[in-house]
């Protein structure tokens, strides 16, 4: 490797590690408040707290939601117990939206790396996807369906994600 392109490459560790600098303290702050979200707030008391579709639990679960994990693995998780275990479809997806879209963390890093106005624009745009996700199944998904989803949720094997019809050999 010639001078040029060691240049290059201590250039881009060091452009690297700055960034990861930079942010380091965006991403303690988002995952101790994740964290305390996870001690404090179990999963039976966000269900309670999810029963019922109104604006009141819908603002409660994008609060939540925004500050959970961005992991959307973990947030699907969360959203699914909590539905399994009675809450309202509705509010779920809006906790799951949440945590993938207002992440405390996420708007940190975006705000040190791209500016406020990015930022501001990720927050409205969450809003009106959680809004227009609410109106959409307020309009279109018939109510005996979130009962149904529900009891399939229970019945699919943990784990898996899907489940599979008996094979008749």
């Known amino acids: 490797m010639n001078v040029l392109g060691m240049h290059l490459l201590w250039m881009g560790l060091y452009h690297g590690f700055a960034m990861f600098w930079e942010t380091l303290w965006a991403l303690v702050l988002g995952f101790g408040i994740s964290a305390a979200l996870q001690v404090f707030v179990s999963k039976e008391k966000m269900t309670r707290l999810f029963g019922q579709t109104n604006l ?31 809450a309202a479809l509705t509010v779920a997806l809006a906790f799951m939206f949440a945590s993938t879209n207002l992440v405390v963390e996420l708007g940190a890093v975006l705000w040190l790396l791209m500016g406020w106005h990015f930022v501001l624009a990720e927050i409205i745009g969450a809003f009106v996807l959680i809004g227009l996700m609410w109106l959409f199944m307020s309009i279109f998904f018939p109510k005996n369906l979130e009962q149904e989803a529900r009891n399939h949720a229970e019945n699919v094997t943990e784990g898996c994600g899907h489940d599979h019809p008996p094979s008749h050999h």
């Open 56 to 86: 009141k639990t819908m603002l409660l679960a994008t609060g939540l939601g925004a500050a959970s994990s961005s992991c959307s693995y973990a947030a699907v998780a969360a959203g699914r117990s909590a539905f399994q275990k009675g």
